[in-house]
């Protein structure tokens, strides 16, 4: 089972920004799909980005674009979300994922 590693959450002010990391035990060329997913205070948890080997699509969630971006790091093994223009709505655990395998998370969070 691939070991998830994420990196790169703290405090950021708003309209800052931060770089997540995630880091993978397997060669993330070989990897079909890995996402980053959230978890906010009370809320569930909900879907940030999501890369695709095939086409090396990646996917944003809607109301993300243009402040988020995401690329994976093939000489690194990892996956990287940029988030930009934060806003304190983006405090959350986030986490990455590959298939059933969830990382333990890294904390995000904004201050108004």
């Known amino acids: 089972q691939v070991q998830l590693v994420e990196s790169g959450g703290g405090l950021a002010q708003a309209g800052g920004s931060l770089t997540l990391s995630c880091a993978t035990s397997?060669?993330?060329?070989?990897?079909?799909?890995m996402a980053w997913f959230r978890q906010a205070p009370g809320k569930e948890r909900e879907f940030v980005a999501r890369?695709?080997?095939?086409?090396?699509?990646?996917d944003i969630q809607d109301y993300l674009k243009g402040r988020f971006t995401l690329a994976r790091d093939n000489a690194k093994d990892t996956l990287n979300l940029q988030m930009n223009s934060l806003k304190p709505d983006a405090t959350a655990m986030y986490y990455c994922?590959?298939?059933?395998?969830w990382g333990p998370g890294t904390q995000v969070t904004v201050s108004s």
């Open positions: 994922v590959r298939g059933s395998s």
């Open positions: 397997e060669r993330i060329a070989s990897i079909d799909v």
């Open positions: 890369s695709r080997r095939f086409g090396s699509k990646t």
